[in-house]
């Protein structure tokens, strides 16, 4: 969300009105997206137009979520007709995003323990172990700390198991569970002695109690198999159960049938409209009352029965208000357009913005490349023909850095060849300043400011001769190999860096696949944890392989050692030449004069 702003002045207002009983008052010309993706302004909606609905509820046992997740906020999608958990979206949108990757772990946690507040910011993947940890350690804190924590603790568990339902669905488990035990012939013979042996030590010890309890289940028995309200009275008890489920499909189609008959006779769906269909559909009462409804099938919320009903919102009316008033709007990155509490999702004003705003495209340079240009618009270089002769374009920019040094090049023409390695700006600059002061200086007194080639990508460069040849003739090979280290409590090899202009993706499956050949040993498992913040590779080891021993493997047989031949050829007046490190920055402080003087 981007640019809250004032958009207008003193505006004028429509008010558009909803079947769900929202009315959203906006400027005439603001945009609605329709229920087929298009937009379309509220001054010209027109009665019974789908709009795009956005429907909310809290996730309860009627959704399969594994594991099973009471009260996360769920959103309707009607392209797939189901519900998604909108943390999970949240999660969705910060993988895209690069905050983090689906190897950071399998659970979505709620940074602030609220499982309502569904901000990207507010979620990170973590493994089940440390999740699990996380939210021992809260309640172990609260319980310690929190007299009121422990307070609603014992009031949940007593409201818990003073539900009926909840008492009859654990009597109903443990009856299946004994059912289960009592089908297993070892399970019969061991509870038959055990019971068997329990009752005859009681009866021995109490001989009075076995006439007693003879007379008492004789008893018992006859009355119930002579009473006549006996299958009456279970009848009652089956029927009272079946009204007090929350999933009674008689009562909710019921209620669902009235809702649609509200809809149909007057457009919109409130408690009078209900009502009223009520004693026209069920005059004699019984279907289900509005508050009954609402709140025992649909969370409370007139949305839902809409949902269920039309999977869409549709308009009533569009009325011009007499009042103007100042009207805000903001921008949305990437999508640009946002739902309304109303439950509709509406367009990004196009006011306040100029005709190039950001909503449409946008190109920047980094500060870096304004160094590049510096001064170009004060010919302080030739421009020349572009390919057609339609444009002027400069033959050389008139960089304020040794912009060849510092990004490096690489190509192929007819009989020659470059390849010239990145280097650190700060140290190219302060190589330059060096031959400003001593215009005499040696490679050897250079070197000691600009060490060696900064690949971007990091890794170890082994041995300083390849270096130093590259610097004196400009002709040298380095070895480059990605850096390594072991974690010993998890046995295994962590990749930070690797060497440049490697394929990662492709070195992992060339691993992969001699580790199955056998021609690497010691490896389990190969994950790629890398994300924004670097190069992040887990290679897990086998208990009994010895770190160093795989490390020299892969060094030996991938890509994670590699020879980078160094080629400083480069065209200096129009003509082919291989420099030297000092050369290079002799010829850039040459260029830098010109465009000075100029």
Not at 353 to 371: F, L, P
Not at 560 to 569: A, D, E, R, S, V
Request: proline share 4%.
């Amino acid at each position: 969300m981007n640019n809250p702003r004032l958009t207008r002045k003193n505006a004028p207002l429509v008010k558009v009105t909803l079947d769900n009983g929202q009315a959203i008052r906006c400027t005439p010309n603001h945009r609605f997206m329709l229920f087929d993706g298009r937009f379309c302004e509220a001054q010209s909606l027109q009665p019974g137009v789908s709009v795009m609905p956005l429907y909310l509820r809290l996730s309860d046992e009627r959704d399969s979520l594994k594991p099973k997740q009471h009260d996360y906020l769920m959103i309707y999608e009607y392209m797939a007709d189901s519900w998604v958990p909108s943390h999970v979206l949240a999660d969705e949108w910060n993988i895209v995003n690069g905050i983090y990757n689906r190897s950071a772990g399998r659970v979505r946690h709620h940074r602030d323990f609220n499982k309502l507040n569904n901000n990207p910011e507010n979620l990170v993947r973590l493994s089940w172990g440390e999740h699990r940890n996380i939210h021992a350690k809260l309640t172990a804190s609260k319980h310690r700390s929190d007299e009121n924590y422990r307070k609603r603790l014992a009031e949940g568990r007593a409201r818990y198991w003073s539900s009926p339902n909840v008492r009859e669905s654990y009597a109903k488990r443990l009856s299946q569970k004994n059912l289960s035990n009592w089908q297993k012939p070892e399970y019969r013979e061991k509870m038959r002695e055990f019971l068997s042996r329990v009752n005859k030590e009681y009866i021995e010890q109490h001989p009075e109690k076995r006439k007693e309890y003879g007379e008492r289940a004789s008893h018992t028995l006859r009355r119930l198999w002579k009473d006549s309200h006996y299958r009456t009275l279970f009848h009652g008890k089956i029927m009272k159960a079946n009204k007090s489920r929350t999933s009674n499909l008689t009562g909710k189609s019921k209620f669902l049938r009235v809702a649609k008959t509200a809809l149909q006779k007057s457009g919109r769906l409130c408690k009078e409209t209900y009502e009223a269909a009520r004693g026209e559909v069920y005059p004699y009462g019984h279907a289900t009352n509005w508050a009954c409804g609402i709140a025992k099938y649909f969370q409370d919320d007139p949305n839902l029965v809409l949902q269920e009903l039309n999977k869409n919102h549709k308009v009533i009316c569009v009325e011009t208000l007499e009042e103007r008033e100042d009207v805000y709007d903001l921008t949305i990155d990437g999508t640009h357009n946002f739902a309304l509490a109303m439950g509709v999702f509406v367009h990004n004003s196009v006011d306040g913005d100029n005709a190039a705003a950001m909503r449409y495209t946008e190109c920047r340079m980094s500060k870096i490349a304004g160094e590049l240009l510096a001064d170009i618009d004060k010919e302080t270089v030739d421009f020349t023909d572009n390919f057609d002769a339609t444009l002027k374009e400069p033959t050389v920019l008139p960089s304020r850095i040794p912009n060849l040094l510092v990004n490096g090049s690489s190509g192929i023409a007819v009989g020659m060849a470059t390849n010239i390695p990145p280097h650190n700006l700060s140290e190219a600059i302060d190589g330059a300043v060096l031959l400003i002061d001593k215009p005499d200086a040696t490679v050897q007194e250079l070197m000691q400011f600009i060490k060696g080639p900064d690949f971007p990508t990091g890794g170890a460069i082994y041995g300083k001769r390849g270096i130093y040849d590259a610097y004196t003739t400009g002709r040298g090979s380095i070895t480059v190999r990605a850096k390594m280290h072991v974690e010993e409590k998890e046995h295994r090899i962590i990749v930070d860096e690797i060497p440049y202009a490697v394929n990662k993706a492709e070195t992992l499956k060339d691993i992969a696949q001699k580790v199955k050949d056998g021609i690497i040993e010691g490896i389990t498992d190969i994950r790629d944890e890398s994300d924004r913040e670097g190069i992040r590779v887990v290679i897990v080891l086998r208990r009994d392989a010895l770190p160093d021993v795989v490390m020299n493997q892969l060094y030996a047989h991938s890509n994670f050692q590699t020879q980078f031949g160094i080629i400083n050829l480069a065209l200096v007046n129009n003509q082919p030449r291989v420099l030297t490190l000092k050369d290079m920055l002799l010829e850039f402080l040459k260029h830098r004069k010109t465009v000075v003087i100029r």
